[in-house]
């Protein structure tokens, strides 16, 4: 089993910045995936960014460039350090594991970007 904890989200102006963390715990090791996916009010999750085993990141265009996912394997913590936050940013964003055929996700963090 993997359990996976979201924090860091909040009220923030549009222009700023906030980083997201989703720490880990149990079976993690030999992941092939961990990823950020985000639902806004009335719409589909969708996704965001993920990165693989090897380190390599991926992003969705509408965060291409504003927003950096990256992973502290010593802490088994997954980060979302977003730049330059957009009113449509705001969802409340999910992290998930894939480990071997099993998709883990965690419970979710409101992020609102508001003035």
């Known amino acids: 089993q993997v359990q996976l904890v979201e924090s860091g989200g909040g009220l923030v102006q549009p222009g700023g910045s906030l980083r997201l963390s989703c720490a880990a715990s149990?079976?993690?090791?030999?992941?092939?995936?961990m990823a950020w996916y985000r639902q806004a009010p009335g719409k589909q999750r969708e996704w965001v960014a993920t990165?693989?085993?090897?380190?390599?990141?991926h992003y969705a265009d509408s965060v291409k460039g504003r927003f950096t996912i990256s992973r502290d394997n010593t802490k088994n913590t997954l980060y979302l350090q977003m730049n330059s936050l957009k009113s449509e940013d705001t969802a409340v964003y999910y992290c998930n594991l894939l480990r071997i055929v099993t998709l883990y996700w965690g419970q979710g963090t409101q992020v609102t970007v508001s003035s």
């Open positions: 149990g079976a993690v090791a030999n992941f092939k995936t």
């Open positions: 990165i693989t085993s090897d380190g390599s990141a």
